[in-house]
């Protein structure tokens, strides 16, 4: 059974930085794409980053150039560097695997961006 779990969350003044991680179990297959999401209270899920086999990484533009996703290849999950946090960046953030047949999803770890 294919178990995603972040942690990493927390509360952080506007400027400060998190780095969130996603522990994975039972992965036998091979990932496709992995990725952080969020949402925010009263918004959609929406993509934050993803990584591809290859190495090949999509941001949304809100955090282009100050959150980072790195991993790598095998059957780990990413890490995200969150720098110079906005308030705006608050919700509950999401890690994902991606397979050929269907995606795993994690429970989520709240960031609160806060003074």
């Known amino acids: 059974q294919v178990q995603l779990v972040e942690f990493g969350g927390g509360v952080v003044q506007p400027g400060g930085s998190l780095r969130l991680y996603c522990a994975a179990s039972?992965?036998?297959?091979?990932?496709?794409?992995r990725g952080w999401y969020r949402q925010a209270p009263g918004k959609e899920r929406e993509l934050v980053a993803t990584?591809?086999?290859?190495?090949?990484?999509t941001y949304a533009d809100s955090v282009e150039g100050r959150f980072t996703i790195s991993g790598d290849r095998g059957k780990t999950m990413p890490y995200l560097q969150m720098n110079g946090l906005k308030p705006e960046d608050t919700g509950v953030y999401y890690c994902?695997?991606?397979?050929?047949?269907?995606?795993?999803w994690g429970q989520g770890t709240q960031v609160t961006v806060s003074s």
């Open positions: 994902k695997a991606e397979s050929q047949t269907r995606a795993y």
């Open positions: 039972g992965i036998n297959f091979r990932i496709n794409t």
């Open positions: 990584i591809t086999p290859d190495g090949r990484t």
